[in-house]
């Protein structure tokens, strides 16, 4: 019998980088929890930033250490990939670029504005909505239309959504708020559609 040569489909996943210390390792966590998977975060000594993620995945627990991607797989499993190999077998799929005003951008960066950094923004799954970067974490999500700005914005702990209009994101507006990201963005379809 000889061994014939076979080629992997192609196939989309959704991956996140754990990158280093408890607020990347938190970011992870929710996001595996939030996608119906198993996660924690256990730190090796009293250093926060040397911790662990343990992922109960298809073959049992595996451990991400910082550096390594967490691959959502195609029937929703969650695994630790380490970043030599997603490199080479992973490429980021091409999304259509954020389209936004220059006057709500400006909000957007200086909403964020810390003195060092602000945010980036980067395609989302679904055009027209557009992913806030600040540093390495997402920050929230929106879109603008018909030149309105619609922000769902993370609460720093408890897991909330505020969603906040236009320049309510510089006056630090609390806007309306949600369980979910789900939910904010639903309600941003709904106040658009009227």
Same mark, same amino acid.
């Given at each position: ?7 992997k489909?192609? @196939?989309?996943?959704?991956?996140? *980088?754990f990158?280093?210390?408890?607020q990347?390792?938190?970011?992870v966590?929710?996001?595996? *929890?939030? /996608?119906?998977? *198993?996660?924690?975060?256990?730190? #090796? ?16 627990t595996m ?5 390594? $991607?967490?691959i959502r &797989?195609?029937? &929703?499993? $969650?695994?630790?990939c380490k970043p030599?190999i $997603?490199?080479l077998?992973y490429?980021? @799929?091409?999304?259509?670029? #954020?389209?936004?005003?220059?006057? /709500? ?7 964020w ?6 945010v980036?923004?980067e395609? &989302? ?8 970067m600040?540093?390495? $974490?997402? #920050?929230?999500?929106?879109l ?8 769902? @914005?993370? *609460?720093?702990?408890g897991g909330? #959504?505020? @969603?906040i209009?236009?320049? &309510?994101l510089?006056?630090n507006?609390?806007g309306?708020t949600f369980?979910?990201m789900?939910e ?7 106040r658009i559609?009227?």
């Open positions: 019998m000889t061994p014939r040569k076979y080629r489909k192609p @196939v989309e996943v959704e991956a996140l *980088q990158t280093r210390g408890q990347s390792a938190l970011a966590v929710k996001w595996i *929890q939030s /996608n119906g998977g *198993q996660a924690s975060y256990e730190t #090796v000594t009293m250093d926060t930033t040397q911790g662990l993620i343990p992922i109960k995945t298809l073959e049992g451990y991400a250490a910082p550096g390594d $991607f967490i &797989g195609v029937r &929703g499993e $969650f695994y630790p030599d $997603f490199a077998t490429e980021r @799929v091409s999304l259509a670029p #954020v389209v936004i005003s220059d006057a /709500n951008r400006a909000i957007m960066e200086q909403a504005d810390d003195g060092d950094n602000t980036r923004l395609p &989302g799954e679904n055009a027209p909505w557009f992913v806030g600040h540093e390495d $974490f997402e #920050v929230c999500e929106g603008e239309h018909d030149g309105v700005l619609y922000v769902a @914005v993370h *609460q720093s702990g909330l #959504v505020s @969603v209009e236009g320049e &309510g510089i006056s507006d609390a309306v369980h979910s789900a904010a963005k639903a309600y941003i379809q709904g559609a009227e």
